[in-house]
């Protein structure tokens, strides 16, 4: 059973009573949130990579001192020469950067955007593994039929995943669609699920 509470408070207290009345057959234990994380995009090579934090915040002044910041990843796009500059932050700085949706980086006015994202395979098009490790057999992403996407010739769309959620959950999700479609309902739950892991504080 997972329980969602509001405040740190609700989560001691409610720990604390079901340790209290629960007996020793039930573990009781709380998920730590993890920080969200932004992407700062279309970063030209010229950009000088050290001190990223610093130069955010000297530059930016709603990126305050107190605010926690730090860079996770940096990811070249050779076929484009901009790289991608990936963050971890504070819920506070988080709500503030989605809101500017930019930040001056040295001598770029650069797009920042939320960084969040759903695994899914590419082999059998299920959430939450690699290809690498799929055991499964191939599924097309656009019709679902047993070849690999690249090779559809077909001219419709059915999801997998919003089928098998249709047959094994009665889920009324209509899967005209191909897999992925970000207005996938099975994406979109997924998306949802990842969220409720991520630490976004009051909004």
Not at 112 to 139: A, L, M, W
Request: aromatic share 8%; net charge positive.
């Amino acid at each position: 059973m997972v329980i969602k509470c509001v405040t740190k408070v609700e989560v001691e207290t409610l720990q604390r009573e079901a340790q209290r009345t629960l007996s020793n057959d039930y573990n009781v234990h709380v998920t730590m949130l993890r920080c969200p994380r932004l992407k700062i995009v279309d970063v030209t090579p010229e950009i000088s990579l050290d001190n990223i934090e610093d130069d955010l915040r000297r530059q930016n002044s709603y990126i305050l001192e107190s605010d926690y910041l730090k860079v996770v990843f940096v990811r070249n796009h050779s076929n484009k020469n901009t790289k991608t500059i990936f963050l971890e932050c504070s819920s506070e700085l988080f709500h503030k950067c989605v809101r500017k949706g930019r930040v001056y980086l040295q001598w770029q006015n650069c797009r920042i955007f939320e960084d969040i994202t759903v695994p899914r395979c590419y082999k059998c098009q299920g959430y939450n593994h690699k290809r690498t490790d799929c055991k499964n057999s191939s599924v097309c992403g656009y019709c679902m039929d047993g070849h690999e996407t690249e090779q559809c010739s077909k001219h419709f769309k059915r999801c997998a995943n919003c089928t098998s959620a249709k047959s094994k959950y009665k889920k009324n999700y209509d899967a005209a669609h191909e897999v992925n479609d970000p207005a996938c309902p099975s994406y979109k739950y997924m998306l949802d699920v990842v969220r409720s892991k991520i630490d976004y504080g009051k909004q």
